[in-house]
């Protein structure tokens, strides 16, 4: 990139409290970026990327999904219109509703064994449902061009038009949860199961994060010391730690492995609000913020970052893949990049006025076991989308 040019940053979103997750950004102004842009460590520039389904039925914003970890594999959304869907990755048609929620649902989490969803929500609570839905009958993929991750970028504001969205009204519904934990006194912006299913955490804009028992509902600890509200909340997929977000610009890493004691430390290597901080599979915690920065770090020494990824645009909620550990970077300014543990950027996939997304993307989420899809986002344009990452290609080019 050889020529300076200039990017528009995202504009002030007019967001209402208990309903939207994301704060009010500063006005427009526009800012040069080949500086910042100069900063990337060395990327590869032609990588396969290809967008194979697009899932929509949402009336508003998506601002979390996932995929289910027990067969059947669908996908989860949450959305700011007080619903989440359940999704055929392959067809693209919704499966399921829940409509139990009088707020916006701000994250969606499955259970590790069991069909269970858990979900969080501006109501201030968060619910733990059943599903059971039947896959229909799989429909060719099309033969979608393979597009180079780097090529065909455009920035038009292009939006959808806001009439009535069509093929998701005829699919079932849920309206009353298993469980609903209650204690908050906020938004309930995130929520996940702790290892082995048998608790909860969830995070909330009263500060605090709380830990409940699954079967009884009880609030076993709840989590404080946070200055500022929570923004997100992950486990550990094999241990008993939790990682918590903030707007006070840290992350606090709790440890449960001892049932006697639990410990905390706070972690201070972002200068804005910390969107998202995420385990890896072994020993890593991955952090973004709209500081414009990731870090990298390791678990048995957190006293500085191991890496730091410097971007043009704040950073959502960031996924970490199982296998590879490749991280995908959700953007303000509809972007979807791919770096490797190092800082390293991998791939940008493809975003033009014909395919991605055209709103703040809020969420990414890996499923490298789907032959079809293996990387989710969604975003404020009401959409997820179903990529395919040719990840050996990837790598190769690396």
Same mark, same amino acid.
């Given at each position: 990139?050889?020529?300076?040019?200039?990017?528009?940053?995202?504009?002030?979103?007019?967001?209402?409290?208990?309903?939207?997750?994301?704060?009010?950004?500063?006005?427009?102004?526009?800012?040069?970026?080949?500086?910042?842009?100069?900063?990337?460590?060395?990327?590869?520039?032609?990588?396969?990327?290809?967008?194979?389904?697009?899932?929509?039925?949402?009336?508003?914003?998506?601002?979390?999904?996932?995929?289910?970890?027990?067969?059947?594999?669908?996908?989860?959304?949450?959305?700011?219109?007080?619903?989440?869907?359940?999704?055929?990755?392959?067809?693209?048609?919704?499966?399921?509703?829940?409509?139990?929620?009088?707020?916006?649902?701000?994250?969606?989490?499955?259970?590790?064994?069991?069909?269970?969803?858990?979900?969080?929500?501006?109501?201030?609570?968060?619910?733990?449902?059943?599903?059971?839905?039947?896959?229909?009958?799989?429909?060719?993929?099309?033969?979608?061009?393979?597009?180079?991750?780097?090529?065909?970028?455009?920035?038009?504001?292009?939006?959808?038009?806001?009439?009535?969205?069509?093929?998701?009204?005829?699919?079932?519904?849920?309206?009353?949860?298993?469980?609903?934990?209650?204690?908050?006194?906020?938004?309930?912006?995130?929520?996940?199961?702790?290892?082995?299913?048998?608790?909860?955490?969830?995070?909330?804009?009263?500060?605090?994060?709380?830990?409940?028992?699954?079967?009884?509902?009880?609030?076993?600890?709840?989590?404080?010391?946070?200055?500022?509200?929570?923004?997100?909340?992950?486990?550990?997929?094999?241990?008993?730690? =939790? #990682?918590?977000? *903030?707007? !006070?610009? +840290?992350?606090?890493? $709790? @440890?449960?492995?001892?049932?006697?004691?639990?410990?905390?430390?706070?972690?201070?290597?972002?200068?804005?609000?910390?969107?998202?901080?995420?385990?890896?599979?072994?020993?890593? =915690? #991955?952090?973004? *913020?709209? !500081?414009? +920065?990731?870090?990298? $770090? @390791?678990?048995?020494?957190?006293?500085?970052?191991?890496?730091?990824?410097?971007?043009?645009?704040?950073?959502?909620?960031?996924?970490?893949?199982?296998?590879?550990?490749?991280?995908?970077?959700?953007?303000?300014?509809?972007?979807?990049?791919?770096?490797?543990?190092?800082?390293?950027?991998?791939?940008?996939?493809?975003?033009?006025?014909?395919?991605?997304?055209?709103?703040?993307?809020?969420?990414?989420?890996?499923?490298?076991?789907?032959?079809?899809?293996?990387?989710?986002?969604?975003?404020?344009?009401?959409?997820?989308?179903?990529?395919?990452?040719?990840?050996?290609?990837?790598?190769?080019?690396?």
């Amino acid at each position: 990139m050889n020529d300076a040019f200039f990017l528009l940053l995202p504009f002030s979103l007019n967001l209402f409290s208990g309903l939207c997750p994301k704060r009010t950004r500063t006005p427009v102004c526009i800012v040069p970026i080949f500086n910042i842009v100069s900063s990337f460590k060395a990327t590869t520039s032609r990588a396969v990327c290809q967008l194979v389904k697009e899932y929509v039925g949402h009336r508003d914003g998506i601002w979390d999904l996932s995929a289910t970890r027990t067969q059947p594999v669908v996908l989860g959304t949450a959305s700011a219109d007080h619903t989440a869907m359940l999704w055929s990755i392959e067809t693209g048609k919704c499966l399921l509703k829940y409509l139990g929620h009088q707020g916006s649902v701000n994250s969606i989490k499955f259970h590790p064994t069991e069909q269970m969803a858990l979900t969080a929500s501006g109501d201030q609570t968060a619910h733990i449902w059943r599903y059971m839905v039947q896959l229909p009958a799989p429909q060719p993929v099309a033969d979608t061009t393979h597009t180079p991750c780097e090529d065909d970028v455009d920035f038009s504001d292009k939006d959808d038009a806001d009439g009535e969205v069509e093929g998701s009204n005829d699919c079932p519904s849920v309206r009353v949860p298993t469980t609903t934990l209650r204690s908050h006194q906020g938004v309930v912006i995130a929520a996940d199961w702790l290892v082995g299913g048998k608790q909860v955490v969830t995070a909330s804009w009263d500060r605090a994060a709380n830990l409940y028992d699954v079967e009884t509902s009880e609030l076993v600890h709840s989590l404080t010391g946070h200055d500022q509200e929570l923004t997100h909340c992950c486990t550990h997929p094999n241990q008993r730690l =939790v #990682v918590t977000s *903030s707007r !006070d610009t +840290t992350f606090r890493l $709790w @440890d449960f492995r001892d049932p006697s004691i639990h410990s905390v430390n706070v972690f201070q290597g972002h200068t804005d609000t910390v969107t998202s901080a995420v385990f890896t599979v072994g020993d890593n =915690v #991955v952090s973004g *913020s709209d !500081d414009r +920065t990731v870090k990298v $770090w @390791d678990l048995k020494n957190m006293r500085s970052p191991i890496a730091t990824i410097r971007t043009d645009s704040a950073v959502n909620r960031i996924s970490v893949s199982v296998n590879q550990k490749i991280i995908a970077l959700p953007h303000d300014n509809r972007q979807v990049r791919l770096f490797d543990m190092s800082g390293v950027r991998l791939a940008r996939l493809p975003r033009s006025n014909r395919q991605g997304h055209r709103r703040m993307v809020c969420c990414s989420a890996w499923c490298e076991d789907n032959t079809t899809c293996n990387l989710f986002t969604c975003g404020f344009d009401r959409q997820a989308i179903g990529w395919n990452i040719n990840i050996p290609a990837l790598l190769q080019e690396k």
